[in-house]
């Protein structure tokens, strides 16, 4: 592990608003906790060379200053380790019959092909998460999640989702669900810990020892938390208050409409990333706001005794699917609202759906800070 494998100390304080043609991201330092580098520079002063200098004499003596050589402490280059996730991924027998539909030869599936849209966002950063979930009497085959992998996927929450391990032992993917303990995950010289929890998890003391246990163990700690249907948005904002202040870095609640995302203090100095909804990325939702999904994407950057969480941004994706004139629905496709627009909208099952409606279900609830140029 590239920091203390002690129990680190993340001393977090909100550092820069970046403004320019891309997304501004809001930035958080973790201060160094090396505190010999700290006095060492304190004791450091300029001393100016002494000169000898016989103002009696006729002919002065040049004298040269001897050159003093400082002590320089060795910069050490940052690294980078970019991480995405993503919301809810919903397999219904809907989504299972049209992806056997579009099996080509020797498939019996094709998963992969309803996540081109958001194939190279996933792909290319260094970790990719999301929440994988089904719904009651659906019995989704192994393809489902090996399209996960092949999306460039490596930790899936999976809640309270009945016991599929075994898919993801087939494809070596990490489970992260209610019923064990915290994964931690080696990404580079960082160690990140993530665990899921149920609302109803976060109330007497297991919770924080869990999460207190995982920020020993780890550099970043990740938590996923599934709300109860109907939860008020400051019952919410309590359970993220009390999870950040148990030691999580970044918390990720689940629910089917996109929530607000928002920097939350601790108290001690720290601040923690909380989305409280990243919605649907893939699901048979019926209304715009539950079409609506999102991928968070952030940077760690690392490497000279401190840790930064910055660059954060949310790409807001749509599920498209059409209906035939049997009503049949079909065509199961992610699409970021970049690639989207009205006349995919005017074809969708649902009706009425724009791109002003889209834009304003997410532009409503999450700050313009975290939102693409396009959005704001």
Sequence with gaps: MYLNKCKKILSVVLSAVLLGSSASCVKIEMRNSDINSIEKEAETSETAPQMLMQATRKNAVE????????ETTPVVPKETLTISICGDIIVDNSIISDAANRAGDGQSYSFLRMYMGIYSTLSSADLSLC????????DSPIESVGALYDLGIGAVN??????????????????????SDSVII??????????????????????????????????IVIVFVDWEENTAEKDKA??????????????IGNGDNIGKIEWIGTGDGTLTLAAYSLGNILSTADNEQSLCGGILNLSVEYGDGS??????????????????ESEEVSGYQVFTFDAYNDELANSHAVSDITMDKL????KSVVSEDFLPDYLR
């Excluded at 309590?238 to 918390?251: P, R, T, Y």
């Excluded at 969480?309 to 599920?319: A, C, E, H, K, W």
């Design 359 to 362: 834009k304003n279900s997410v």
């Design 238 to 251: 309590a359970v993220m208050k009390k999870i950040a202040e148990a030691g999580a870095d970044i918390i």
């Design 307 to 324: 840790i930064e969480l910055s660059n954060v941004s949310l790409i807001p994706t749509v599920t498209h699917y059409v209906a035939s």
């Design 186 to 219: 080696n990404e580079g010289d960082l160690a990140i810990a993530s665990l899921s929890l149920s609302e109803k998890d976060c109330t007497g003391d297991k919770y924080k020892s869990d999460i207190e246990y995982a920020d020993f163990m780890s550099d």
């Design 158 to 179: 999976t809640g309270s989702v009945k016991d599929i391990s075994s898919y993801f032992e087939e494809y070596n993917l990490y489970d992260i669900n209610e019923n």
């Design 131 to 138: 929440s994988y979930k089904e719904l009651e009497d659906v």
């Design 63 to 70: 004298t040269i200053p001897v050159e003093i050589e400082e």
